[in-house]
């Protein structure tokens, strides 16, 4: 009983990371010692252990998927979306200066975060945060990524942002800010828009399938290199979610000012929630580490 309420309590952490483009979900369960539990449960799922179903052996299935684990993992993710929701969608209307910058905060001490996790760091491996930087800086550059807004959009969302979320770094709610799409899912959960929602857990579900494995296979070869370049990749990003924008002289598309050119009186404000956003992070590491030992 004692262990399902702690997994539970790292879904709500896991959760909570992947609601807000920042903290990866995938970087909670490394730094709370359960990601290879979480990689091998999820890459269970294959077509043997779907034939244990149709053969009317579910326990056995349930055994195969690690089911007494991923259970209440999936619960207290979904209970932190959930619960947070409202919450985002209110701060990201009324006070948009101060919650990006939080999200800038979270993204910077993330980046970090995982570069410090990496064991027995290899010196050549830190060029990895070079192609990273420029990948992520060419994507988040973009005024509008050419992302359609349908329920085919939605679909190929759910499958790349459940890929980030399962990867140690880039966070999956991040993935959706670069493709224009994270205010119509919060917004979706938040208004229980069930079409929208059942779309996108779909696509979620075949993102997990067909690209686990591949997930799995990677980080077990180029550990370091991934990370180096996930790492790089939040970094370059950064340029997306810069709180201070307004709008261009020649058009109504968005760009990147100083604060200073903003003439806000929530400068002050938003260095403290971007101070506070760091802060929390590297708290987050030293109490996990605590609970691991």
Request: with cysteine.
């Amino acid at each position: 009983m004692t262990k399902t309420v702690w997994t539970l309590a790292k879904g709500i952490a896991m959760g909570a990371a992947d609601v807000v483009p920042g903290v990866s979900g995938g970087t909670i369960a490394l730094l709370t010692g359960i990601y290879p539990r979480l990689i091998n449960a999820i890459t269970a799922f294959n077509i043997r252990s779907i034939q244990l179903i149709f053969k009317g052996k579910f326990k056995e299935f349930w055994q195969s998927i690690d089911g007494n684990f991923l259970l209440p993992l999936l619960i207290g993710i979904a209970f932190a979306f959930l619960l947070l929701a409202h919450p985002i969608k209110y701060a990201i209307n009324h006070h948009p200066i101060p919650t990006w910058s939080f999200f800038f905060g979270l993204i910077i001490a993330s980046s970090i975060l995982i570069i410090k996790q990496i064991p027995n760091k290899k010196p050549i491996n830190y060029l990895w945060l070079i192609p990273g930087i420029a990948f992520g800086y060419l994507i988040g550059s973009q005024t509008e990524i050419p992302f359609p807004n349908n329920n085919f959009a939605i679909l190929f969302a759910g499958m790349f942002a459940i890929c980030a979320m399962i990867l140690p770094g880039i966070s999956g709610s991040f993935i959706l800010v670069l493709l224009g799409m994270y205010q119509l899912l919060i917004l979706a959960v938040a208004d229980r828009d069930f079409n929208t929602l059942l779309i996108f857990i779909l696509g979620a579900i075949v993102g997990l399938l067909i690209f686990s494995r591949i997930i799995k296979w990677t980080l077990s070869q180029f550990y370091q290199q991934s990370l180096f370049f996930l790492s790089g990749l939040m970094l370059g990003s950064l340029v997306k979610v810069w709180p201070w924008k307004a709008e261009s002289f020649d058009s109504k598309m968005l760009i990147n000012i100083l604060p200073n050119d903003s003439h806000s009186i929530q400068i002050p404000l938003a260095l403290t929630m971007m101070t506070f956003a760091v802060v929390l992070v590297f708290s987050t590491e030293i109490i996990s580490k605590k609970f691991n030992k």
